[in-house]
């Protein structure tokens, strides 16, 4: 694992602890086993780590998720999946405090999220369609499947909602998902 990553690592388990707005150039360094002078040679800020760390998960889980996939014939199977993966991975990360934190510190890395999230729904709901037994649904415009599924998904799977709802990522993004297969399937 190089420098950078390590630091990522290192920051990612800080926002497990702590949250996003909690955590510090020190202990970055700390946890990474490195000065704070060797993360500025990296990173010019505490919030380009935070970005470059949810960045990582996010792409991870895309990868995950695309794998998830075209492994799995069935498109159900294959969502609940990755549901799995994705509460596994980042449930830990992705706490009411560090949705608050995401709120009121980082919005531009929310809207950043919410681009690769959207982006890689859309190819989801073109596969789910695809792949769905139902003949009405396959007539469906997947456009149209998937401009409803991230509308949904941008009002309830967010910072906002969540927090203000006394919510939990991983319930909120199951009970939306079991929405979802229910309409499909």
Same mark, same amino acid.
């Given at each position: 694992?190089?420098?950078?990553?390590?630091?990522?690592?290192?920051?990612?388990?800080?926002?497990?602890?702590?949250?996003?707005?909690? #955590?510090?150039?020190?202990?970055?360094?700390?946890?990474?086993?490195?000065?704070?002078?060797?993360?500025?040679?990296?990173?010019?800020?505490?919030?380009?780590?935070?970005? $470059?760390?949810?960045?990582?998960?996010?792409?991870?889980?895309?990868?995950?998720?695309?794998?998830?996939?075209?492994?799995e014939e069935d498109p159900r $199977?294959? #969502?609940?999946?990755?549901?799995?993966?994705?509460?596994?991975?980042?449930?830990?990360?992705?706490?009411?405090?560090?949705?608050?934190?995401?709120?009121?510190?980082?919005?531009? %890395?929310?809207?950043?999220?919410?681009?690769?999230?959207t982006e890689r729904l859309e190819? %989801?709901?073109?596969?789910?369609?695809?792949?769905?037994?139902?003949?009405?649904?396959?007539?469906?415009?997947?456009?149209?499947? &998937? &401009?409803?599924?991230?509308?949904?998904?941008?009002?309830? #799977?967010?910072?906002?909602?969540? #927090?203000?709802? @006394?919510?939990?990522?991983?319930?909120?993004?199951?009970?939306?998902? @079991?929405?979802?297969?229910?309409?499909?399937?």
């Open positions: 694992m190089d420098t950078r990553e390590r630091l990522i690592a290192a920051c990612l388990d800080l926002v497990r602890a702590k949250g996003l707005g909690q #955590v510090t150039m020190e202990e970055l360094a700390a946890r990474a086993g490195m000065s704070k002078r060797t993360v500025y040679r990296y990173f010019a800020s505490k919030e380009e780590v935070i970005e $470059k760390a949810v960045e990582a998960l996010i792409l991870r889980i895309a990868s995950q998720a695309e794998e998830i996939i075209k492994g $199977k294959a #969502v609940t999946e990755i549901l799995r993966y994705l509460t596994r991975q980042a449930s830990s990360v992705i706490t009411r405090q560090s949705l608050d934190d995401l709120r009121k510190h980082y919005p531009f %890395l929310w809207q950043k999220i919410d681009r690769l999230r190819w %989801l709901v073109r596969e789910l369609v695809r792949c769905s037994p139902k003949e009405e649904v396959k007539s469906i415009d997947p456009r149209v499947v &998937a &401009a409803a599924m991230i509308a949904s998904v941008q009002a309830v #799977v967010n910072p906002d909602f969540i #927090v203000d709802n @006394n919510l939990t990522f991983e319930d909120t993004t199951t009970q939306l998902v @079991n929405l979802f297969l229910l309409a499909l399937f």
